[in-house]
């Protein structure tokens, strides 16, 4: 659906909103606004990567920028997707689908289109849209670091598979930020040889995008090795916790070989020596008793357990 937004005062620019690509809205970007096959599909591809692109026949600028999608059901970890911008003279427009419409959906208040209208020209208003793009950047790792504090006093007391899953899908989340981050600031160093003409404004808004940019990967960067530092530890502390029941199950096995051995050597239907009394089995467990503490103590000295 193609929607003109407005904004509370004139401006010289427009701003056309596409959500959800159709065929009937890609006929209509041809008809109105002579698009070509080849802008209509750059932006109606949903894997398209971070770059930016100008079309010399339409004087098109073409941007294309990840933002991170949080988890859903079917999905437990952050991913991110594509968001495009198409500037065409004074006229910029935003395509999105359902998963990232939470990015203009902010611009709706009347506040933030008062601020939106404060752009003087479309170069300025695209790098407003790009500045507040890249902050849900930091929004998404601030959340996955809550759940992993909270993941890690859990792990202190005691680990089980779940939070084991749910660390590992906190790994997986900032592996798909990084990456995304990396290819936005690539695609914004790039905008420095483009063929926009930035006005002083827009160029400050450009910088402030990249020092936002930046300090999103720095914080990815933290947090992942973090991450994967309390991941380390998990996995020794299951290891160590493993090896201790193994040593434990190993030591008893040993102390009860003990009756085993005597049981079944005094319990064979054939007369044997010394023991030829009624009572003797009285002895017996005793000497199984006395046997089993002395190995017990043995195995305490040489540090077995």
């Known amino acids: 659906m193609i929607r003109q937004q407005s904004f509370p ?6 701003w056309y909103d596409i959500s959800n690509l159709s065929e009937q809205d890609s006929i209509k970007l041809q008809d109105d606004f002579n698009f070509t096959p080849d802008i209509i599909s750059y932006i109606s591809d949903r894997h398209e990567r971070p770059h930016y692109d100008y079309d010399l026949h339409t004087r098109s600028h073409l941007l294309v920028y990840d933002v991170p999608i949080w988890p859903t059901n079917s999905i437990k970890h952050f991913t991110s ?20 419409s939470y990015v203009f959906d902010e611009f709706n208040d009347d506040r933030m289109r008062s601020r939106l209208s404060e752009a003087k020209d479309v170069t300025e208003l695209l790098m407003i849209f790009l500045l507040y793009a890249s902050q849900y950047f930091q929004r998404a790792v601030t959340q996955l670091d809550v759940e992993r504090n909270s993941l890690d006093q859990k792990l202190s007391d005691d680990i089980d598979n779940k939070d084991l899953v749910e660390l590992s899908n906190i790994e997986k989340s900032l592996v798909y930020l990084s990456s995304s981050i990396q290819t936005d600031l690539m695609m914004l160093h790039s905008l420095d040889h483009s063929k926009l003409e930035f006005t002083k404004a827009a160029r400050e808004r450009l910088d402030d995008v990249l ?19 309390l ?6 502390m299951m290891n160590n916790n493993l090896n201790d029941t193994m040593k434990f199950l190993t030591v008893w096995s040993i102390v009860l070989t003990i009756p085993t051995i005597l049981t ?16 003797d089995w009285i002895a017996i467990i005793v000497l199984m008793v006395v046997l089993m503490i002395w190995l017990v103590i043995l195995m305490r000295r040489h540090h077995f357990f």
């Open 231 to 236: 991941s380390a530890t998990s996995n020794n």
């Open 9 to 14: 005062v004139e401006t010289k620019y427009k």
């Open 211 to 229: 020092i936002e940019s930046n300090q999103s990967a720095e914080m990815v960067t933290i947090s992942h090795q973090v991450t994967k530092t």
């Open 81 to 100: 997707h594509p968001i495009t911008f198409l500037v065409v003279g004074e006229n910029v427009f935003t395509f999105h689908t359902e998963s990232t």
């Open 264 to 279: 079944g050597f005094y319990g064979m239907n054939v007369k044997l020596p010394v023991l030829n009394n009624s009572f």
